[in-house]
């Protein structure tokens, strides 16, 4: 049968964004793909060059529009670094309790659109319905369902609610049900199994040499995980376990994302604990003018001021739900990130598409994608 | 590991065109090398420190040069580190580090285009996030940000 | 035997029974006009509208004729049936996605969402349009079949949003197709969605031949 290059995207229902992949393809088999970015470009690293440092936090929430808080958190931890602030140990137990939630809000999504790519379509009203309600506790105290703003440079915007600690207690018990019965509906079900079992392998060796994070690397068995190995915020006070998997298919990369709000589920439930019982500021005290005051927008005066403040350059690595995000900010002393530069782990496991999708049949190729979980957003930036 | 581990194991391999290894917070260190090398320092520094995952290639435009970095992880040291090199900017290149990690190849097809850097012998060096024959550096200074009038007429026609 | 006797009865004619209003209205089946006792149509439960609605057709074909019908037929079966293209631009198309979940349940309105824009009359942009995806928002714009429609979700699509000075941004896909309703919002929440379908439908239930 003759080859041919076929496009999937930039509207396509497997590619869960605005991207396009290119399939060469000889009647079912996938001979080579060549992905095709830069439909969502925005050029989020060219405006935070016009912007204050609190400004680009806006930006963040839109750069990865599932884990909006994680990437706050990454972005924040660069500029606090840059800029010489040490955020007080109660804001930093929000900004965990924050990404856990917000990493149990992105698999859920995940879940509903992978699931629902498979061909079941309960587990999708099913993720919705929880997800919802972990959005629910984001708006009691940021006021929005997925664009936050809600991070500051020195701590966090505002204070948890009184009744953030009973309500979360509710949303995790509830869910510790919940994901029970997303394991019933996925794990016993034989469509399940025939659409995932063997496919997209991608092997420990070449999941590190194209620069794969993440769940993909977790279920590859390599037990690589930034908030063990290079804690960040206060993770080395908290006791969990690394979610690992050792089929490198993508009845692993469900595993291992299940396993991961498990897990998350218990970090929360000790952060929670600790944020019922320490009581404390939430921003830093000594912060400059500029940098606006903890309630309010940075005041306009304050824009006028020319400051002495020492230079720097920060680099933060977090445990994104996708993988491992990185970024890098240069201060040069002005009110403006000199750059700033970010490390997308959906970018890196997209550059690696040829590894896991050739070889597999063009059915295939839905059940592998939902696998990787993309999120054009913060691929594109 | 500490700079000094890093400064003990390159040394003898890139010589003169090492240029440093200073201390950075948060991670092994950073390591200034002169672009000349790129491709021994790349060599030691994946096989000889076991930092076998590169996580991000990006450029800095400074106007007067360009500034290249990588940063790359090992597993067995848990740390990252910094390698930076800096670039005229009359004659922005630099050798492509995809020939050692494979994940460097989208990371420098951004910068190229972004930041107008090239990386000699890149396997597949082509537009990745703006269309084809896309005329603009937008990560360069010089690059202003416009009104969206201007800027309509600057990107239509490209 | 009271309650046998009364079932055995006509029902009484009520104020909101269509048939009632239709015969009523006997200059009404120009396009404009007729759109009244479909609302009143619509105003009934599953149970009742079908044979009422069967009733109402067959009174008014015999008494108007079939070509004057098909105007507020097709009116009426488009602005309840809108079927958005299945697709998703940015941040937007989550709470688009989260429209269609458990809680919001767009499909009470008749949206469903279809992969293909040949399915489709309804383009919803969810989302952040950028030069690079501009042309093909355009060839999927002429792919659907008329009568289309475009809502702009969210500020990105109505002026670019956030992202407004950026060099690779449309500022407002109205530059590129027309857009019928704005949602405001960054991102509008699932509510907010509903509300500009909703308005929509009244866009079209108004809209003159």
């Given at each position: ?185 996925c ?11 063997h ?24 037990k ?10 206060r ?35 000790q ?25 309010a ?7 006028l001021?020319?400051?002495n ?6 680099f ?46 063009v ?6 994608m ?12 | 590991m ?7 194991v ?19 260190g950073?390591?200034r ?64 580090a ?6 460097a ?11 107008d ?42 | 035997m ?49 044979p ?112 407004r ?16 309703v ?28």
């Open positions: 049968m003759s080859e041919m290059w076929i496009n999937m995207g930039p509207q396509h229902p497997m590619t869960h964004g605005l991207w396009n992949l290119r399939v060469r393809i000889d009647g079912e088999v996938v001979l080579d793909v060549d992905p095709e970015m830069g439909y969502l470009h925005r050029g989020i690293e060219k405006i935070s060059e016009d912007r204050h440092y609190n400004e680009v936090v806006t930006l963040m929430d839109r750069t990865c529009y599932v884990a909006g808080l994680a990437w706050e958190h990454l972005y924040i931890l660069a500029s606090e670094q840059a800029l010489h602030i040490t955020p007080p140990e109660r804001a930093q137990y929000i900004r965990m309790t924050c990404e856990e939630f917000q990493r149990i809000g992105s698999h859920i999504m995940w879940y509903a659109a992978f699931v629902n790519d498979i061909g079941l379509m309960t587990p999708f009203l099913y993720g919705m319905r929880d997800r919802d309600l972990v959005l629910d506790l984001f708006q009691s105290f940021t006021g929005a369902r997925m664009t936050y703003e809600y991070m500051r440079v020195g701590g966090v915007r505002n204070d948890l609610p009184p009744t953030f600690t009973d309500q979360a207690r509710k949303v995790l018990d509830w869910l510790t049900d919940r994901f029970r019965e997303y394991d019933q509906l794990l016993g079900s034989s469509i399940f199994h025939k659409r995932c079992d496919l997209g392998v991608l092997k420990a060796n070449d999941c590190i040499a194209h620069g794969v994070t993440g769940p993909m690397l977790r279920s590859a068995g390599v690589r995980d930034l908030r063990k190995d290079r804690p960040y915020a993770y080395d006070a908290v006791d969990f376990d690394v979610a690992v998997a050792d089929g490198a298919d993508v009845t692993a990369r469900y595993l291992v994302r299940m396993e991961e709000m498990r897990q998350s589920i218990r970090i929360l439930r952060t929670v604990d600790w944020l019922e019982h320490h009581p404390g500021p939430v921003m830093a005290e000594h912060l400059p003018r500029w940098l606006g005051a903890p309630y927008p940075v005041g306009r005066e304050g824009y001021l020319k400051r403040y020492a230079k720097g350059v920060g933060s690595a977090v445990e994104e739900p996708h993988g491992e995000a990185q970024a890098y900010v240069v201060n040069e002393g002005t009110e403006h990130p000199y750059r700033v530069k970010f490390r997308s782990p959906i970018f890196a496991n997209l550059s690696a598409a040829r590894q896991y999708l050739v070889g597999y049949r059915a295939d190729i839905p059940p592998i939902g696998s990787v979980d993309p999120c054009i957003g913060e691929v594109d930036r | 500490q700079p000094d581990d890093l400064t003990r390159l040394a003898p391999k890139l010589g003169e065109n090492l240029l440093g290894v200073e201390a950075f917070e948060g991670m092994a950073r390591v090398f002169r672009r000349e090398a790129a491709l021994d320092l790349f060599r030691a520094v994946r096989d000889d420190l076991s930092f076998a995952h590169l996580s991000m290639v990006g450029g800095i435009d400074w106007v007067d040069h360009r500034e290249v970095f990588y940063v790359a992880w090992s597993d067995s040291a848990r740390q990252y580190v910094l390698l930076s090199t800096d670039v005229p900017a009359t004659d922005a290149h630099v050798e492509t995809s020939a050692v990690w494979p994940s190849n989208w990371h420098e097809r951004e910068t190229w285009e972004l930041v850097i090239t990386f000699d012998h890149h396997p597949d060096l082509r537009h990745l996030l703006t269309p084809d024959g896309y005329a603009f550096h937008p990560l360069l200074r010089s690059f202003k940000i416009h009104e969206p009038e201007e800027l309509e007429v600057k990107t239509r026609h490209v | 009271g309650g046998l006797t009364a079932a055995q009865a006509p029902p009484a004619p009520s104020p909101r029974n269509p048939t009632v209003d239709l015969q009523l209205s006997n200059e009404l089946p120009m396009a404009t006009q007729a759109a009244v006792p479909f609302i009143e149509i619509e105003a009934l439960r599953a149970k009742e509208f079908i009422a609605s069967k009733e109402a057709l067959t009174s008014l074909i015999a008494e108007q004729g079939q070509a004057k019908l098909i105007r507020p037929m097709f009116n009426w079966s488009g602005r309840n049936s809108l079927f958005p293209l299945h697709w998703g631009l940015a941040c937007c198309a989550i709470e688009f996605a989260a429209a269609f979940g458990a809680r919001w349940d767009a499909e009470r309105f008749g949206v469903v969402a279809r992969s293909s824009p040949r399915q489709a009359d309804l383009m919803i942009v969810n989302g952040t349009v950028t030069w690079k995806v501009a042309h093909k928002l355009i060839t999927l714009y002429e792919q659907m079949a008329e009568p289309k429609w475009v809502i702009a979700m969210g500020n990105c699509a109505t002026g670019g949003g956030p992202f000075t950026a060099y690779s941004v449309v500022p407002g896909v109205d530059k590129l197709v027309p857009v019928d704005y949602i405001a919002g960054c991102p509008p929440r699932p509510e907010a969605l509903l509300d500009g379908i909703l308005k929509l439908e009244q866009l079209i239930r108004e809209r003159k031949e």
